[in-house]
């Protein structure tokens, strides 16, 4: 592989890291069609590659995160828990799920998530009071605002179910479970959009964590590939992190909004059949 | 004077306050950043030994059992794959933190959950195995 290239994975790399680490994506939904469309590396490869470099953007933005205590380690040893069971259930009916409907099924629930939020201005104000029996309030200094947002999740319940159904789809389509947690975290459960980012960002980390020890054992984790990945990705995620805490939540659901729509679109062509570039 | 507990304080099981989740996630932080240091360093002594051999990456990682072996002659693609054999394990470490930090605080709730996320994690990629992807 020449020289260029391992640059040029750096680099798509790194910014892929930096927008994924502002909103609480690992990134793979960028670098994978990239890596494989446009940069001619084998698509398994790339998959693998994006997968170890979740776990370091993961780590690099977590870190920042954690150490401003905006993560919600609670809810997000809950969600883990689900979406990983739903996923579970997805790898084991891989081959018999009719995948082209289920990646229209998802394409139009991502739609539905960028509707919900885009039009409703209540997923910008967190509910500060009421019931917490799991004990899943928390709150977080937000430089942006300039005060301490306090938050209590609601619908936990429900929540965690359709943490499992998300789980379920993307262990079928191969889809990160980052697109899924933040905008379910911020519309249904009323997570502030930088805490839902943020406790995303720690929690994608750990659900790939099984695929790459797969894809090492079965010989796809490609140094000439996987190195400059996370090299670029360490420093992105630190930087995207950063930015992240500074930004105003309503610009991140902007971004976060603009991310869905483009993979809600590109499985929604897959689902009827239209080529796309560097898709899994 | 010691505050005394309500019933309803009473009945609740013992949970980590969020000042101790505060200093949770305060560990969590300077673990990882110890952890990817580590790597870093692991990955750039990789680096510096394929420079040193032909300027270039390696293009396959060595399989676990060779890995000892590799490490002692100084191969870069061993120091290189340790690096990312390490870096793949850190958020599990992470957890395995939580589960301690919580158990040894009295959080059982909270380390039940700990222990959950680690048996799923372990069976996901079992249930990928199996489901062929």
């Given at each position: 592989m020449e020289l260029l290239v391992e640059l040029g994975i750096l680099v798509v790399a790194a910014l892929s890291a930096t927008l994924g680490a502002m909103v609480g994506l690992g990134g793979g939904v960028f670098m994978v069609p990239i890596f494989s469309a446009f940069l001619g590396v084998p698509i398994k490869t790339a998959i693998a590659a994006s997968g170890l470099a979740v776990i370091v953007g993961s780590m690099g933005s977590a870190s920042v995160y954690l150490q401003h205590r905006m993560v919600n380690l609670r809810l997000a040893l809950v969600l883990l828990v689900a979406t990983a069971l739903g996923a579970i259930g997805g790898a084991l009916l891989v081959a018999a799920a009719p995948v082209a409907l289920l990646r229209a099924v998802f394409a139009l629930a991502l739609y539905a998530m960028i509707v919900l939020m885009t039009?409703?201005?209540?997923?910008a104000d967190p509910v500060?009071?009421?019931?917490d029996r799991l004990r899943l309030a928390s709150s977080f200094y937000d430089p942006a605002m300039g005060r301490t947002v306090h938050y209590v999740p609601q619908l936990v319940g429900p929540g965690a179910l359709l943490s499992t159904v998300a789980g379920f789809v993307s262990g079928l389509?191969?889809?990160?479970?980052g697109v899924i947690q933040v905008p379910l975290m911020n519309v249904l459960m009323r997570v502030p959009v930088k805490a839902a980012a943020a406790t995303s960002a720690y929690m994608i980390g750990v659900t790939v964590v099984g695929s790459v020890l797969l894809y090492y054992a079965n010989d796809l984790l490609v140094p000439q590939v996987a190195v400059p990945a996370a090299l670029g990705v360490f420093f992105g995620a630190q930087i995207g992190s950063r930015i992240g805490r500074h930004v105003h939540g309503s610009w991140l659901r902007r971004i976060l909004v603009l991310i869905l729509l483009y993979l809600a679109t590109t499985l929604l062509l897959q689902a009827l059949g239209v080529p796309v570039p560097g898709a899994r | 004077m010691q505050r005394t507990s309500s019933p309803v304080e009473q009945q609740q099981p013992p949970t980590c306050s969020e000042a101790q989740l505060g200093h949770l996630s305060e560990l969590l932080a300077r673990l990882y950043r110890l952890w990817l240091g580590l790597v870093f360093v692991l990955l750039a002594f990789g680096l510096v030994l394929d420079v040193a051999e032909d300027a270039r990456l390696e293009d396959a990682t060595v399989p676990l059992p060779a890995l000892p072996g590799r490490l002692m002659e100084g191969d870069p693609a061993a120091f290189e794959s340790l690096a990312l054999l390490i870096v793949t394990l850190g958020p599990i470490i992470g957890v395995v933190t939580m589960l301690a930090y919580c158990m040894f605080r009295g959080d059982r709730r909270t380390a039940l959950l700990a222990l959950l996320v680690l048996l799923v994690v372990a069976a996901l990629p079992i249930a990928r195995a199996i489901g062929g992807r």
């Open positions: 039009l409703r201005r209540a997923s500060t009071s009421g019931a389509l191969g889809v990160g479970g | -």
